[in-house]
């Protein structure tokens, strides 16, 4: 199936390389080969102000079309839309069927609701530590790590008829994941993956994707 409509014109992604965020769109752009220009803010905020003081909430990534002036802010948002549009015969990364298409949204929001909230806390207290002692460190690791297994049981569940998290296929659903999975697999908390069977074959089938594999090497360089 094609895209909805053509758009021409520079198609720009507003935010910055070491954002979770912003790799959940470099990985929707790749993943439909999309042509795009990539403006870190970081490296230059005050050449942006104007533009981003627009924006709700001042929120990135940022996506921006020129032709028809379409501003979309969020990365889940920006990554339904380009799915949307951009989908292609044999390349969907949605479902034309709504009911199926529903569980593709209902996965997205447990991965925004309650698997990114934990994950991005054990990944913050990776990199950053907290003003506490060792042994407090530790126990709030331990009780965050807690919480994301009890969340990994439920996935380990779904995951038991297919190797995908929405059906048969890798969507939307699956790629939303793949900036935490990237940071936890670094981490101890990666045990807590490996430990399900069916949970530890999904990352490995969603992890090495060609597209995934290029915003690694955006990030990484």
Same mark, same amino acid.
């Given at each position: 199936m094609a895209g909805l409509e053509v758009v021409s014109g520079r198609k720009l992604l507003y935010g910055s390389l070491?954002? %979770? @965020? &912003?790799?959940?769109? #470099?990985a929707t752009f790749f993943e439909h080969e999309i042509d795009f220009e990539f403006i870190n803010v970081n490296i230059k905020p005050e050449d942006h102000r104007d533009f981003l003081s627009q924006i709700p909430f001042g929120e990135l990534p940022v996506y %921006? =079309? =020129? =032709? *028809?002036?379409l501003i979309v802010f969020g990365s889940r948002a920006i990554m339904r839309y380009l799915s949307h549009m951009y989908m292609t015969t044999g390349k969907e990364f949605i479902y034309v069927s709504p009911r199926m298409q529903v569980i593709v949204s209902s996965w997205i929001e447990s991965e925004d609701h309650w698997f990114d909230p934990l994950a991005s806390k054990l990944i913050e207290k990776s990199k950053n530590g907290l003003a506490q002692t060792e042994e407090e460190a530790e126990a709030a690791? +331990? /009780? &965050? /790590?807690? @919480?994301? +297994? %009890?969340?990994?049981?439920?996935?380990e569940d779904q995951l038991k008829v297919n190797?995908?998290?929405? *059906?048969? %296929? #890798? &969507?939307t659903a699956?790629? &939303?994941h793949l900036p935490n999975l990237y940071y936890l697999m670094k981490m101890k908390t990666k045990r807590l993956f490996e430990e399900r069977p069916r949970v530890a074959a999904w990352c490995a089938v969603i992890m090495p994707r060609p597209a995934w594999a290029k915003v690694v090497a955006m990030v990484e360089t």
């Open positions: 070491d954002s %979770k @965020e &912003t790799m959940r769109v #470099f %921006k =079309e =020129e =032709e *028809g002036d690791v +331990a /009780e &965050t /790590e807690k @919480e994301l +297994a %009890k969340i990994l049981d439920v996935y190797d995908y998290l929405a *059906g048969d %296929k #890798f &969507t699956d790629l &939303t």
